[in-house]
């Protein structure tokens, strides 16, 4: 990136408020980014902050019934046993979606299983809270988040090394369906060396072949692979034709097709007219380069007589041939020898293959355990028909193909091909990987895709195509999901208080009132007033009110209290419009609370045991300008602005900070210098070591002169 995390004035402010609180602690929610956002589930604007969430939170929890439940659930914690504790708890456990458990500040649906406790009751507000004060390495004071940098950094650190890493693996995840669509998969030993253990899987020995070849095969022209004319369009390209000169002159040519092999059309004439035995190259004043450099584009009769010519080459001729090419191979005696792939590649050749289409597609052997031609492969002599016998036409056809599906082949030269090829390596010995019928398995996919973006029915990824946000893991304490959830259950919760309509929940009017809230029925539960009264050993509580009925025991009667609060829970939320609104908001949320806390435990980031270390605080000063460029929805630039307290310098600091790093980015685009950056070279300081060399004297000393 083109800023470099540039050490500036604001980097450096915004260090010394994270790691010291100079200017204030950065960290603190006591005011936030001066933010209007709409949101778009609520409709609602305002300022998604860490600063706007504990505000939102104390406004719902400063709402009557909200103390109401805060002064039951201390009761219930401190007077009755886990069990009864648990059956709180559970209050909303199995009721779906339908039923209105905020009135209570319970965890319900999916959410419960992840944060409620094994035992006792989690309160949403009170946990969200305290969580997100654990995220930003702090803790809760007088209704505010006080967070410490030299915890946060590691915690967002680690974040965001997740969200980087896994986004990776659920891209690739979702692109591998494209991999080979349309095309064939060549099976995971090709993919992993570049196409080439479709030519051979004795990589090795195919190497010591290969590099014996010099300028034999020009794989910028693999398709034309033994043709004569490439041959002879190689040894030109290669210096000079030496012995092929004197045999090219002599090849016969059609003499309708003289003229397009370079010779002129008067040339032509006059060579028909003195000449009753055909046209040879050499009657045609056409020169031996100028055909040589037609190569391939030849006519095949004509690359026969070329194929001819190089089988009259003598020992020697050869030899001269070999020379020009830089041909080291042994096997090649005779001039045809050099088309002859079994000649080329002796070593290898038997291991050599290629692509075949037939009812399954899949590599064959161009050679038979008997040294012939596979018949498999005839149809592709075709393009080497009359320039070549026809096994030699095969077999240069198929080897043709299977370097063909070698991408980029086309790029690389012997000597670079045979450097590479003799440092591959397969995946012999590790046959579940080898024999992969697809690229990438569709369990592999569905693991990244789904299986890693869901747990307990909890979305993980929140993120575009199911990737993750920074958000996705410590974003509640960002206002993420939970400022706008708050801010709108406070409106609602106030109108179905202003109506009377909460009553059901909180209303005080005597242990006996069918008009007393359940909640106020739990406090006189608590406080006795079902107790039996001698003689009786029932517990009793009267008709009308929440739970009435006769009890044997004193659980079984909490459980009737329990059991009235789930209706009411259903009724209630299908009476009350808001009461919809209000569960609606209070799932998003608890949802975002879960679905932190259950990809913090894939990361095995435990928020009460992160150490608090200094340098974690100057690490998130000095990636400040790397975090500011990731400028998505959930991103870090737009979670670190929303945690900064920007009654401190160090917070205003940090988004300035944030705010230049974009900025040079950008000028860097235009190649525009910004000066902001100060240099971090520190002063020369040689240290004192020992010598490495000898003096004259010390050299002199130990020459042995006899």
């Known amino acids: 990136m083109a800023c470099g995390g540039a050490i500036t004035a604001t980097v450096l402010t915004a260090g010394a408020g994270l790691a010291g609180n100079v200017g204030g602690n950065p960290l603190e929610s006591t005011s936030g980014a001066p933010l209007n956002v709409t949101d778009p589930q609520t409709g609602l604007s305002g300022a998604p902050t860490m600063a706007g969430m504990t505000s939102a939170t104390s406004d719902v929890q400063g709402l009557p019934n909200m103390t109401a439940v805060t002064n039951t659930v201390s009761n219930i914690t401190s007077n009755l046993p886990a069990s009864y504790q648990q059956s709180f708890s559970n209050m909303a456990s199995g009721l779906g979606d339908d039923a209105f458990s ?100 004795a990589l090795p020995d195919f190497g010591a072949d290969l590099g014996k070849l010099g300028s034999t095969v020009d794989f910028g022209s693999i398709g034309n692979l033994g043709s004569p004319g490439q041959l002879l369009k190689n040894m030109d390209s290669a210096g000079n034709l030496g012995p092929m000169y004197e045999k090219v002159a002599n090849i016969k040519v059609d003499p309708r097709i003289a003229s397009s092999l370079g010779g002129s059309l008067s040339s032509v004439t006059n060579a028909i007219a003195n000449k009753t ?84 597609v899949g590599n064959r052997a161009i050679y038979t355990t008997s040294g012939s031609v596979n018949e498999e492969f005839a149809s592709l002599g075709t393009n ?62 569905n693991y990244w895709k789904n299986t890693y973006g869901t747990d307990s029915n909890i979305q993980l990824a929140t993120g575009p195509d199911g990737t993750f946000t920074v958000s996705d893991v410590i974003g509640y304490a960002a206002g993420y999901n939970s400022f706008a959830p708050l801010q709108q259950n406070k409106i609602l919760m106030q109108e179905l208080i202003d109506s009377g309509a909460m009553n059901v929940f909180y209303a005080d009017n005597g242990s ?108 998130l000063a000095a990636n400040l300008p790397n975090y500011a460029l990731d400028t998505s929805a959930g991103g870090t630039a737009e979670l670190l602005e929303r945690v900064m307290n920007f009654s401190s310098t160090g917070g205003q600091a940090s988004v300035a900070a944030m705010r230049e790093a974009r900025n040079i980015d950008k000028l860097a685009e235009a190649n525009i210098v910004q000066d902001g950056p100060i240099p971090t070279t520190p002063p020369s300081n040689p240290g004192t070591l020992l010598s490495g060399t000898y003096s004259v004297a010390e050299a002199d000393a130990i020459i042995i002169r006899n």
């Not at 391939?296 to 030899?319: C, H, K, M, R, W």
């Not at 009267?542 to 009411?568: D, H, M």
């Open 102 to 201: 905020a009135g209570f500040d319970v965890f319900s649906g999916d959410a419960l299983a992840v944060m409620g406790a094994s035992s006792g009751i989690s309160n949403v507000l009170p946990t969200g809270l305290n969580n997100a004060a654990k995220v930003m390495g702090g803790n809760v004071s007088a209704g505010n988040i006080v967070g410490n940098a030299s915890k946060f950094g590691s915690v967002l650190g680690a974040a965001e090394g997740f969200v980087g890493s896994s986004n990776q693996m659920i891209a690739a995840a979702t692109n591998a369906a494209g991999s080979f669509a349309g095309g064939t998969f060549p099976g995971m030993d090709a993919i992993s060396s570049g196409g080439l253990s479709g030519v051979t899987n």
């Open 277 to 360: 035995g055909g046209l040879s190259v050499g009657d045609l004043g056409i020169s031996a380069s100028d055909l040589a450099q037609i190569g391939p584009a030849l006519p095949n009769n004509v690359q026969g007589q070329i194929y001819d010519a190089f089988g009259d080459l003598t020992t020697t001729e050869v030899s001269e041939v070999k020379g020009i090419l830089k041909n080291t191979q042994s096997t090649i005696v005779g001039g045809t020898d050099f088309m002859n792939p079994q000649k080329l590649f002796p070593t290898s050749s038997s291991t050599l293959t290629a692509p075949l289409r037939t009812s399954s």
């Open 384 to 445: 080497l028909a009359g320039a070549l016998p026809e096994d030699l036409a095969i077999a240069n056809g198929a080897l043709a193909r299977s370097f063909g599906q070698i991408k980029g082949i086309e790029k690389t030269n012997t000597d670079d091909l045979t450097t590479a090829v003799n440092n591959l390596e397969v995946n012999k010995d590790l046959p579940l990987v080898q024999n992969q019928t697809q690229y990438v398995s569709d369990d592999v996919v």
């Open 512 to 619: 006996s009132s069918s008009n007393t809230g359940i909640l106020i029925v739990m406090d006189y539960f608590i406080a006795g007033a079902y107790d039996p009264i001698a003689p009786s050993t029932d517990y009793i509580i009267p008709a009308g009110v929440y739970g009435a009925g006769t009890y044997a025991t004193q659980e079984a009667c909490w459980n009737g209290i329990i059991a009235a609060a789930q209706t009411l829970m259903v009724d209630f939320y299908n009476t009350h419009e808001q009461a919809r609104t209000i569960q609606s908001n209070f799932k998003r949320l608890q949802e975002q609370q879960a679905r932190e806390k259950l990809i913090r435990d894939k990361i095995d980031l435990d928020l009460d045991i992160v150490p608090a270390n200094t340098n974690n605080a100057v690490q």
